[in-house]
C-alpha cells in the first residue's frame, strides 16, 4: 500500500505523527527525516534501489 500525505515541510515530525500507531515494515528511500521515527512496532527497511548502489549506512 502507499499513502501520500501533502505536509508544508520535511520535518521528521510529521512522519512521526502519523507513524505513531503504525506497526509492520516502513519501506524509506533513507531520508533523515524518517530516523526520529523510533518505534518498536516498526521495523525500518530500505528501497532495494539504494541497497544495490551502496547506500545503506543511514
Do not use: C
Not at 512521526?16 to 533523515?32: H, I, N
Not at 526520529?36 to 541497497?51: A, C, E, L, M, P
Amino acid at each position: 500500500m502507499r499513502y501520500f500525505e501533502y505536509q508544508p515541510d520535511r520535518s521528521g515530525k510529521h512522519a512521526a505523527a502519523f507513524l505513531k500507531d503504525f506497526t509492520g515494515f516502513l519501506v524509506t528511500d533513507g531520508y533523515a527525516g524518517y530516523h526520529i521515527v523510533d518505534n518498536q512496532k516498526q521495523t525500518q527497511v530500505f528501497h532495494i534501489n539504494h541497497v544495490r548502489l551502496g547506500h545503506t549506512t543511514y
